[in-house]
């Protein structure tokens, strides 16, 4: 408890690949990413998430550059008593700014999981 408020920490999730994939990025884009996150857990939005396109409210995206190079990181806030991380990438689009339509659909396809495992372990009632 501090200053008279208490913040409550909701647990993060991990969908498929996404953290062994967040943790093969540089450490520096792992400390940001990582710190978008941790905002997340305690119901705020770091500065540098965006709304992810296409999946509705609740999901956003966290860009970080590196090296000339391109991170995200996808995750869900959904759910009223956890945060998921979707799918962390390094962005390779072959079309210049967009993002390839194989990660847009492993997103889609990851988010269903997300709500799945939800309900298995909270329940249908709980977001």
Known sequence: MRSG??????PLHWVASSKKDLLAMPN???RAIGMALGVAQYGGKHPSAKPWKGQGPGVFEVVED???DTFRAIYTVRFA???????CFQKKSPTGIKT????IHLVSQRLKAA???????YGKTSN
């Open 100 to 103: 390839a339509k194989s990660d």
């Open 5 to 10: 408020i208490e913040l409550d920490e909701r």
């Open 28 to 30: 520096s884009t792992i």
């Open 115 to 121: 709500q799945r495992e939800y309900e298995s372990r």
């Open 81 to 87: 008593k956890a945060v998921y991380v979707l799918h």
């Open 66 to 68: 590196f090296d000339g």
